[in-house]
């Protein structure tokens, strides 16, 4: 996760710096963030098969090694069209299969209906790499300039990969973890009353988790524009390249705090209690993007992005893996992340859209608002649907007790 997210989310660090030195407009990088983001997506379904197939370990070792090559690659690209596509091609397909599908996979095969506490846990790897990599590329900017720091952070992701490759013990694919707690029961008696059924379910499929799977759409759609677009926004307010990248180590530093004591919640607390409130407070952070008076209040928005916006990844995850065949996982869980890539590739495409359209990205950015407090909706309406099949269940556990002994 280190690798794989610091090299993904860092692209935006370097936004100003291609513009300037490359020829690149602000749109065509925009364009070309949004492009990556679809093909991670449409590579899911592939990805959840070799997932299956070969296992996690392999996929993500040959993916990390896509991505790394995608910076080399990037460092040595003559014109717009080399640039993008290396970062579409090579970037877009290495971060389909090192990220979260994959790691997700490898997890929830180990630990079955008691992921939410490791999946928290695995979050601050993504937080590592934010924090990692945008400041080492802020550092190098200056004594080896865009091409060379391209390049010597793909170098680093290659030598890292290898150490991955034979430090990480292959995945198994073992049968769901027996004597789940009882929150992670009552909220599997929710997906139940969202269509799953009132046992945990045979067939192979996200029926039934439709709302949670809307509102992970949504949190995609700002995702990306905030970490990849935030930096070139403080640039065009004035902000100098390295202070603008240094916004997303900031949100990294949150996320990775947040990471932490969300892992030790979801220890006691069902992971759809949990969602409403991470979503609320990102709506915050993209009102403070943009509407804030004074730039320096980017540096609170970006910590409070970091801090809601990172969880809401393991928290999805623990709940829509709940009770799904581990063999199967892969496949089963493509269509999720093709909602979230596809949602990530539709907001980079609008938030350029209207850069070109008003010379900014604060109209995105409040648009990102009104979307923010949609999927607070949705998933506090889960959140009910959990405290009520609970109460359900415990009823009818009530009932065949009494009935039993009578």
Do not use: C
Not at 245 to 269: D, E, K, M, N, Q
Not at 330 to 357: D, F
Request: aromatic fraction near 6%.
């Amino acid at each position: 996760m280190t690798v794989s997210f610091g090299l993904n989310f860092s692209a935006g660090v370097f936004f100003a710096p291609v513009a300037e030195d490359y020829g690149i407009g602000a749109g065509t990088l925009a364009v070309a963030a949004a492009l990556s983001t679809a093909v991670t997506g449409a590579a899911q379904p592939l990805v959840g098969v070799l997932l299956d197939r070969i296992g996690a370990k392999r996929v993500i070792v040959a993916a990390l090694l896509l991505l790394s090559t995608s910076y080399l690659a990037l460092g040595a690209a003559r014109g717009a069209g080399q640039f993008v596509a290396a970062y579409v091609v090579l970037g877009g397909l290495g971060f389909a299969g090192s990220s979260s599908l994959a790691v997700s996979t490898l997890i929830a095969r180990a630990e079955g209906d008691r992921a939410a506490p490791a999946l928290a846990r695995a979050t601050i790897g993504i937080n590592l790499g934010q924090l990692v990599v945008p400041w080492a590329a802020a550092g190098l900017f200056g004594p080896l300039g865009t091409r060379g720091t391209y390049a010597a952070i793909g170098a680093a992701g290659l030598a890292a990969t290898a150490v991955l490759a034979a430090a990480v013990p292959t995945d198994r694919q073992t049968a769901a973890v027996p004597g789940a707690s009882e929150v992670s029961k009552a909220s599997g008696a929710a997906l139940a009353t969202e269509g799953a059924g009132p046992g945990l379910p045979k067939r192979q499929s996200l029926g039934g988790r439709g709302r949670t799977l809307a509102a992970f759409g949504l949190h995609a759609a700002t995702l990306y524009a905030m970490v990849l677009l935030l930096p070139k926004h403080a640039v065009e307010l004035g902000w100098s390249a390295a202070a603008g990248g240094s916004l997303v180590a900031v949100a990294a530093a949150a996320a990775a705090v947040s990471s932490a004591v969300t892992a030790r919640l979801v220890g006691h607390t069902a992971p759809e209690r949990l969602l409403p409130v991470m979503h609320t407070l990102r709506a915050a952070s993209l009102v403070l993007a943009a509407a804030a008076p004074d730039p320096r209040l980017l540096i609170v928005a970006a910590a409070l992005f970091g801090a809601a916006s990172f969880t809401v990844i393991p928290l999805t995850m623990a709940i829509v893996t709940r009770g799904l065949d581990p063999a199967r996982l892969g496949r089963t869980l493509a269509p999720a992340w093709i909602v979230h890539q596809g949602s990530a590739g539709l907001g980079l495409a609008l938030a350029a859209a209207g850069h070109a359209a008003t010379g900014g990205y604060r109209a995105y950015f409040a648009a990102g608002v009104g979307l923010s407090l949609l999927a607070a909706v949705l998933t506090s309406t889960t959140a009910r649907a959990t405290r009520t099949a609970a109460r359900n269940t415990v009823s009818t556990a009530a009932l065949a007790s009494s009935a039993s002994t009578s």
